[in-house]
């Protein structure tokens, strides 16, 4: 039984060593210390050994299992350090490999178009300010002197929340005016971009949802000279220096005197083309004379202050400013037409 022993543990630790993977030290483990291993096997005949003979041997057979058990942890972490240095330079990084292009966005047109307004304004001394999309009717309408039975009102153009009438989606950016004339100390400079919304069918110049840039001054002696003079000066920096507009008389219930603003076309310098419509001016905003009516219903004394106001839709200037020729390509979100601002 000694040189069983002894022969279990010269065999053992060669195999061990000369083991090349965790899996096949597993397996060698088994081979030898396992349930059925060899030495298992060994002291299984210790029962027919003498009593004097039996500590001996058990001494004996302890120590060759203890030999192995260490022999088997250190062989063992030493396969462990050569799988972990073998996975280090099978995953080395080459840096010189070039890498995955990632593509960046850019800003949308329209808002290239509004940061441009928003400049221009700005420059000019104007707040910028945001207000909210659900809207309270008495701002959207009653506070500008669009009274109950205005046409604007109709549920035909307007989506209301309630049956009343009384909250609604805003059709109009205008509210800000109102609200700014709560709120801010006078004299007021502002411009107030936004979302609106009112009931149209989607075509190649309208939307239910579109965006307005509103804008207002209010101070004392303001005339219709400074609205037309401010306007042609943003009109200049937006469509480029010489671009001749005209003022148009117009209605509107918030504005008294009010008016268009057309620019003249820049496809065909005015003679007339399908950009046109064959009329050789393209309109880009409303304004107006603030209605007495609008100062004193915000608390302003019409006596004492004047003020002017505009409106233009944002599309139709980022439409302008880029020459795009539909609406719909500005919400399609069609990465080949985006691409090309
Ligand atoms: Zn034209």
Not at 277 to 287: D, H, N, P, Q, R
Request: aromatic fraction near 8%; proline fraction near 4%; charge should be negative.
């Amino acid at each position: 039984m000694k040189e069983q022993l002894a022969k279990i543990r010269a065999e053992a630790l060669a195999a061990f060593s000369s083991a090349q993977t965790a899996a096949e030290l597993d397996a060698l483990r088994v081979q030898y210390l396992g349930k059925k291993g060899e030495l298992t096997a060994v002291l299984k005949q210790m029962g027919r050994l003498s009593a004097e003979e039996r500590p001996v041997m058990g001494q004996l057979a302890n120590e060759v299992r203890a030999a192995l058990e260490q022999a088997l942890e250190e062989m063992g972490s030493k396969l462990e350090e050569a799988a972990l240095d073998a996975q280090l330079k099978a995953e080395t990084v080459d840096v010189t490999i070039p890498g995955n292009v990632q593509k960046i966005g850019h800003k949308h047109p329209m808002y290239i178009a509004l940061d441009e307004i928003k400049d221009i304004f700005v420059g000019m001394g104007f707040t910028v300010l945001d207000g909210p999309e659900i809207e309270l009717a008495s701002y959207n309408f009653d506070k500008l002197n669009a009274e109950e039975g205005h046409p604007s009102r109709d549920w035909s153009d307007t989506f209301y929340f309630d049956k009343d009438s009384r909250v609604m989606l805003r059709s109009q950016t205008s509210p800000m005016q109102v609200r700014a004339m709560e709120t801010m100390e006078l004299p007021i400079r502002i411009i107030a971009p936004g979302r609106v919304y009112r009931k149209d069918e989607v075509d190649a110049t309208h939307s239910p949802m579109f965006h307005q840039v509103e804008g207002m001054v209010i101070d004392k002696g303001v005339t219709m000279a400074d609205l037309k003079g401010t306007l042609n000066t943003v009109i200049e920096k937006l469509y480029g220096e010489g671009t001749i507009t005209r003022f148009r008389p117009h209605h509107f219930p918030f504005t008294e005197p009010s008016c268009e603003m057309d620019i003249q076309c820049h496809k065909c310098g005015g003679h007339g083309c399908p950009t046109c419509k064959g009329e050789g001016w393209i309109e880009v905003l409303g304004a107006g004379m603030i209605h007495p009516n609008v100062l004193r219903m915000s608390g302003i004394d019409p006596e004492e202050y004047s003020g002017w106001a505009f409106g233009m839709g944002l599309e139709r200037m980022a439409m302008g400013r880029f020459k795009i020729a539909d609406l719909r390509l500005i919400f399609e979100n069609d990465v080949r037409f985006l691409e090309q601002f």
